[in-house]
């Protein structure tokens, strides 16, 4: 089976940094799609930033400028480097992943992901 397992996520002040990061495994091949995913409490769910097999790379307007998201397959992890965090950045993350059937047309937050994992905690203050 396929798991998504994020770490990294915790308190910080305005102005810094955290990187998230979500260790995959269970694939029989690389993933086509993954991203990152956040909601805050009494908020919609929002799509943060995603990730093709090829590299391309695609994020919310705000977070663009300040979040990276980065893919490192010889390990099988998946990151989130999170630069100059204000207090709307606070919300529980999840890491996402495409279950190996077309998804949508668009690598993006539009794009059906079948694997969801149990999130990380980021509180800005």
């Known amino acids: 089976d396929v798991q998504l397992v994020e770490s990294g996520g915790g308190s910080v002040q305005a102005g810094g940094s955290l990187r998230l990061s979500c260790a995959v495994s269970?694939?029989?091949?690389?993933?086509?799609?993954m991203g990152w995913f956040r909601q805050a409490p009494g908020k919609e769910r929002e799509g943060v930033a995603a990730?093709?097999?090829?590299?391309?790379?695609g994020y919310t307007d705000s977070v663009k400028g300040r979040f990276t998201i980065s893919q490192d397959n010889s390990k099988n992890t998946l990151y989130l480097h999170m630069n100059s965090l204000k207090s709307e950045d606070t919300a529980m993350y999840y890491c996402?992943?495409?279950?190996?059937?077309?998804?949508?047309?668009?690598?993006?937050?539009?794009?059906?992901?079948?694997?969801w994992g149990q999130g990380t905690q980021v509180t800005v203050s």
């Open positions: 996402v992943a495409d279950g190996g059937k077309y998804g949508g047309p668009y690598c993006d937050s539009s794009y059906e992901f079948a694997y």
């Open positions: 269970g694939y029989t091949r690389s993933p086509y799609c």
């Open positions: 990730i093709d097999s090829d590299g391309k790379t």
